[in-house]
């Protein structure tokens, strides 16, 4: 399938000189979505006891995702969005500095894992929730994306986690 006719590209958003891959056409499309969720979860079958989203889009393509698996999902977050202890990671972007945060107890140490969002760019926040993973004890059995960005090299940044997107922009 080819899923980047379901992805649009909004020009200057969130901010001038910034191409937006839009994927919500494709979850738009049940056909599309399924096929996407069913391509992430035929290669960790098997392999995870959770699957990781990353908020927000993350948490659409990992509840899927788990919900296929029969596995758990942990979500990580933003600041002061998740109600019980946490974790809490702090990285740099781009243009400063953010944190994220996932509950003490979302995964078992020990547990193999999955993160799961919608898109790699420069690796800030992908790498962010895998510090938060092995915080927790689990392992990171590979960051699994619908995109890669591979012209901003976030692959890099993840590295040696395994990193698997279904399609790539290298320009």
Known sequence: MDIKSFIRTIEDFPRPGIGFKDITPLLADGEAFRWVVGRVSERYRGKVDAVVGIESRGFILGAAVAYDLGVGLSMVRKPGKLPHQTHSVSYELEYGR????????????????????????????A?????????????????AFVIELGFLGGRAILDPVRTHALISYDD
Do not use: F, I, N
């Open 127 to 143: 790498r962010a929730t895998v510090d938060l993973v092995q915080k927790l004890g689990a392992e990171v059995v590979e960051c």
């Open 98 to 125: 953010d944190s994220l945060e996932v509950h003490v107890d979302a995964l078992e140490p020990g547990s193999k894992v999955v993160v799961v969002d919608d898109l790699l760019a420069t690796g800030g926040t």
